[in-house]
């Protein structure tokens, strides 16, 4: 597609349960980027991808978060045992560039509901 | 540690009237600076970055943005909104060099009223 692809863009779950996004980047960009957005907030850095590997995961908030790229592509955000504090909407963002210079594009986001 | 300062929440103007949304950030050296607008149902769109050389920066949408180094400040203007202008705006800063991850603000809710 043209543009960064988000799935699911809903998804409820319930507490402990685990739960995968998918970020399905602009073709040739090779940096990837996952954010999380909390009601009234601004977008809140979790991890970047340059290629296949995590440059930068210091913005994942502790080891229930996990993110994966494998193939230099599509990249999964996994959480496991969610709690209800995880619930925001994850925002994925490619960029040609790297290194934080270039235009970051955006998904629409998945909205995650933990109940 | 970066970070970015948008002090009004929620601005209200009247279509037609110009508009100014305050950013301030905090880096130590010359920062990586963006606005992104997020509109309804949208991703995030950037507006307009600045990275060096001229401080008045044009965008896109008739935006445009003032590095002002001495108040750490990158204010967003427009002289005449549009109601299809009513949005959420991010002020965004990276560092300049090497790798940097980008730090947003928490935004500011622009409602544009006829």
């Known amino acids: 597609g043209a543009g960064v692809s988000q799935t699911p863009s809903n998804k409820v779950t319930e507490k402990g349960k685990y739960v995968e996004l998918r970020c399905d980047p602009i073709s040739g960009h090779t940096a990837l980027y996952w954010y999380r957005q909390s009601l009234g907030q601004g977008p809140e850095f979790l991890i970047y991808f340059q290629g296949t590997g995590a440059a930068d995961d210091s913005g994942l908030p502790n080891d229930r978060f996990f993110a994966v790229r494998p193939e230099g592509s599509v990249s999964t955000l996994k959480i496991q045992r969610t709690e209800r504090g995880d619930s925001a909407v994850y925002l994925c963002a490619s960029s040609r560039i790297a290194g934080g210079t270039g235009e970051l594009f955006f998904g629409e986001g998945s909205r995650l509901t933990v109940l | 540690a970066q970070s970015v300062t948008q002090p009004d929440i929620h601005i209200t103007v009247s279509e037609g009237a110009s508009l100014e949304l305050r950013c301030n950030y905090s880096?130590?050296?010359?920062?990586?600076l963006f606005w992104y607008v997020q509109s309804p149902g949208q991703g995030l769109q950037l507006l307009l970055k600045?990275?060096?050389?001229?401080?008045l920066v044009q965008g896109i949408k008739g935006f445009e943005a003032e590095f002002k180094r001495s108040q750490s400040s990158f204010n967003l203007r427009k002289p005449s909104v549009h109601w299809s202008d009513a949005a959420e705006y991010f002020c965004?800063?990276?560092?300049?060099?090497?790798?940097?991850?980008?730090?947003f603000g928490t935004g500011t809710k622009l409602q544009v009223i006829p």
């Open positions: 880096y130590g050296a010359t920062p990586y």
């Open positions: 600045y990275f060096s050389g001229d401080t």
């Open positions: 965004a800063v990276a560092g300049s060099g090497g790798y940097q991850k980008v730090t």
